[in-house]
């Protein structure tokens, strides 16, 4: 079994045992509800304005349907940019330290250690914020299945900007690279494992609970295996 696997199945042990995930459902879909409303409001016109661009006036009538399409796309693309940075911030403030707490119980030669600083998870959500964009604007290019290559590397791309919290204190700046180097392809297969769970009903509304505690799993067990633990 491959360690996304392992870590995908302890997280959604220590997302029951956590007893957040009421709590996971209550706020993710108060989110989801909420910036659709937002969206719709029907005074809140700023960002329809923003967007006047994608009508083509310049195009004629024939690109009447083309730029209902774009415009719908740029509006999915707005919403699915503003709950992922809210359920992002909301795995990251809320839910990562009891389930890190938790899963840290599992794995007891991990220690506080001194070497952390703000500056490298700084770096890397920087360097991630950047990819996160590109991706996003090459995605909207890509016919059919631009919405779907944008899920998976959103996912992917939440995995590894969780694992600093996930090593917080248990990991010099260094070790972190280390795991996030070690880990790409498993961290690029849970992050799609998870992305999959959030498009079905109902599970997905637990995505942030189950997220948290997998990544928690994936990077001490590999922090542990660099260190020379088995």
Known sequence: MSD?????????????????LASSVRWTLGLSVGWLVLLAWPGLTFW???????????????ATGLSTVLQLVLVALIYAALLGLSVALLIVFVFMPRV???CLQAYPALRPVAGGSLLGPVR??????????LGAGVCVLVPVV??????????YLNVRGLVPDALEDL????????VV???????AGLGASLAVLSMVPVLGWLVPVVMAASVCHLSMRTLLRLRGFR
């Open 181 to 187: 180097a070690a880990q790409q392809a498993d961290m």
């Open 124 to 133: 890397l959500a920087l360097r991630l914020a950047g990819w996160t964009a």
């Open 100 to 102: 890190r707490a938790l």
């Open 4 to 20: 996304a696997a392992q870590a995908l199945l302890l997280g959604l042990r220590d997302a029951w045992r956590s007893r957040l």
């Open 146 to 155: 631009g919405g779907l290559l944008f899920l998976l590397l959103s996912g």
């Open 48 to 62: 329809r304005d923003a967007l006047s661009w994608a009508s083509l006036p310049w195009a004629g009538a024939w």
């Open 171 to 178: 990991a010099s700046d260094d070790e972190v690279q280390a």
